[in-house]
């Protein structure tokens, strides 16, 4: 949600770890489920492990 997001850019944070689908979402994330912007330091990280459809799969495995 908007509010949601721009909570997190006023924070500044390193990183914004999540765990829900954004298949609606205007962020484009890539393959791995990570959304850098080039205008803001927060790496978004979506660690969801359901699909859209609330079938499981492995998930993101992402380095630090």
Do not use: P
Not at 24 to 44: H, P
Request: proline content about 0%.
């Amino acid at each position: 949600c908007k509010s949601l997001y721009n909570r997190v850019l006023e924070l500044n944070i390193k990183y914004h770890i999540f765990g829900h689908c954004h298949s609606n979402s205007k962020l484009m994330f890539n393959n791995n489920g990570i959304y850098k912007s080039e205008k803001f330091k927060t790496i978004f990280i979506n660690a969801a492990c359901l699909d859209h459809s609330g079938k499981f799969y492995q998930g993101h495995l992402i380095e630090i």
